[in-house]
């Protein structure tokens, strides 16, 4: 996902949470009680994929050996379990939007009354005329039309967010990591710009964890930022959310202390990567930081850089593969920065560390870069 956090497995948080969700109150009873039976079913599949039926394919995958994860794909080919398990990710990523229960099928159900409750676009804001092709060309994450085509879309991810990570822990980990790395690396009364906001759920996060500083949230889908606003406004906090594309920004030279992205990077082709690093590099103050939260140190060698390619492929995350290859730390370099840092988040221990194996069960390690522009 990208974005505010991976996406949501289990469905009890959506008929359990203490504050609900955004959208699922024009839900009936009925509607909320099938969302959590269906999507809950789907998060009981998903236990047994990235547990049993895992540790299989991972064994057949490290008996074939070598250094070639296409050669691995070649022999693994035909394989059932494997089959199995390619076809529950990519499908089990489809039954959760769609069916009866699906996310999507709910949210587009009710678009008229999301619309009808929600303010109109903010037309003195400047927004983005174009949304780039990599983003509209491709349902990632098989979102069916993307977070930038509508609010139904938008309220389906704000549902989707809502319950556990890919890996099956609750997300709260993901964006306390997110945030507190932000926090090290900033004045109490900084100046932070937050990439790849999406709904706002880090950029609300770091708000009341850095109650002095100024939050800037930017993402290139006009629904989500649209759904951000109101969200922040409800909660009574001052977040300016702006659409825009990471490539080209509209904030002026050397005003940020700290310009972070989460779950952005492995979004983008290598063209887009390097645009944004240049315009990370020229709004950030001399001695400011850049905090970068993505999938990029893959562990397990061979096997892990097989499972990793896959997963782009079976969600349709064309350009994940690219950024794990991308030379970050030259490129980095090569912008003035310097004390860069990196450490890979752990979900299944909610914290930091350093990974060279596979997993145990299947699981996605993000990882934290640090950097400070000289």
Not at 296 to 321: C, D, K, L, S
Request: aromatic fraction near 10%; proline fraction near 6%; hydrophobic fraction near 40%.
């Amino acid at each position: 996902m990208p974005k505010d956090a991976p996406a949501g497995e289990g469905a009890a948080p959506l008929a359990d949470a203490t504050v609900m969700p955004y959208g699922l109150d024009v839900l009936s009873r009925d509607e909320r009680f099938e969302l959590s039976i269906y999507q809950g079913f789907l998060a009981g599949v998903k236990t047994y994929w990235r547990g049993d039926l895992y540790a299989k394919v991972k064994g057949k995958a490290e008996a074939i050996g070598g250094n070639d994860p296409e050669a691995i794909e070649r022999k693994m080919q035909g394989d059932p379990d494997y089959f199995l398990y390619s076809w529950l990710e990519r499908r089990g990523q489809q039954f959760k939007y769609g069916g009866r229960g699906g996310l999507q099928t709910l949210a587009t159900k009710h678009a008229a009354e999301f619309a009808a409750r929600l303010p109109p676009p903010d037309t003195s804001a400047k927004a983005i005329s174009t949304v780039p092709g990599y983003v509209s060309d491709f349902d990632v994450h098989q979102h069916p039309k993307g977070l930038w085509s509508d609010m139904a879309n938008a309220v389906a991810h704000e549902w989707y967010q809502t319950g556990h990570s890919f890996s099956g822990v609750g997300t709260d980990a993901m964006v306390d990591t997110y945030v507190g790395a932000i926090v090290d690396h900033m004045p109490p009364d900084g100046r932070v710009l937050d990439l790849g906001c999406t709904l706002g759920r880090m950029s609300t996060a770091l708000r009341q964890a850095a109650p002095g500083a100024t939050i800037v949230g930017a993402d290139v889908s006009e629904p989500v930022i649209r759904l951000a606003r109101v969200k922040a406004a409800q909660r009574g906090l001052d977040i300016a959310f702006h659409q825009e594309n990471s490539e080209d920004l509209p904030f002026e030279d050397v005003s940020f202390d700290v310009v972070a992205s989460h779950w952005l990077f492995h979004e983008l082709p290598k063209a887009a990567i390097g645009r944004t690093l240049d315009e990370t590099a020229r709004l950030l103050k001399p001695g400011g930081w850049t905090v970068i939260f993505d999938m990029y140190h893959v562990p397990g060698g061979t096997i892990g850089q097989w499972f990793h390619a896959g997963y782009g492929v079976r969600n349709n995350e064309p350009f994940g593969e690219g950024y794990v290859h991308y030379d970050l730390r030259s490129a980095l370099a090569r912008r003035g920065f310097t004390d860069i840092e990196m450490s890979n988040f752990d979900p299944e221990i909610g914290g930091l560390r350093w990974v060279e194996d596979l997993p145990a069960k299947r699981t996605h390690y993000n990882t934290v870069v640090v950097a400070r522009k000289a």
